[in-house]
């Protein structure tokens, strides 16, 4: 197939199509060197998609766009390129007389990772994380210390005791 499409929406012609790679460094700052760049991450790829739809289906397609704009699903992207996982940034339409029966569009669109729900079983994960008992140590009682005053009240009351 020769024609670019999103998703189930295939276009009549695609103008321009355009892919930007892009990464965040981090720079520090250190004495007598100034800066240096310690940390890369990628960032997502973006890709900007411009042309016309026209025909009898072009309005359903242009509805069929606008719910794709909504990013309730991920969709495939063919073209000069072919990306997965595409969510549509932004959908710009317009309507004019040198497109009759249709409109001309662009898009931005965004490659997402998505988070994969992982399942615990709640008894599995709590057993993982309990270690049994293997060593009480010594267990020692401690006293207060007995003041003089307490010492004497000790003392008078043993000596009642054995009269």
């Given at each position: ?12 012609a695609?103008?321009?199509?355009t892919?930007?790679?892009?990464n ?20 997502p790829i ?13 309005f359903?397609?242009l ?8 990013g309730?699903?991920?969709l495939?992207?063919?073209?000069r390129?072919?990306f ?14 040198e ?6 569009f662009?898009?931005s ?6 988070a994969?729900?992982k ?15 293997t060593?009480?140590g010594k ?11 307490k010492?004497?009240?000790i003392?008078q ?7």
């Amino acid at each position: 197939m020769n024609a670019s499409k999103i998703g189930e929406v295939i276009f009549t012609a695609t103008t321009e199509e355009t892919v930007s790679y892009e990464n965040e460094i981090t720079e520090r700052p250190v004495e007598d060197l100034g800066y240096i760049s310690d940390h890369v991450r990628q960032k997502p790829i973006k890709f900007n998609v411009s042309g016309v739809l026209v025909g009898e289906e072009a309005f359903s397609r242009l509805m069929k766009l606008r719910e794709y704009s909504k990013g309730k699903e991920t969709l495939q992207y063919y073209g000069r390129n072919v990306f997965y996982n595409v969510l549509i940034e932004t959908l710009e339409t317009g309507h004019n007389k040198e497109t009759r029966n249709g409109f001309s569009f662009h898009m931005s669109c965004k490659i997402v990772q998505q988070a994969v729900k992982k399942e615990i079983i709640r008894n599995q994960a709590i057993n993982a994380q309990v270690k049994e008992v293997t060593k009480q140590g010594k267990i020692t009682v401690m006293q207060k210390p007995v003041t003089k005053k307490k010492k004497e009240s000790i003392m008078q009351k043993g000596a009642r005791q054995e009269e």
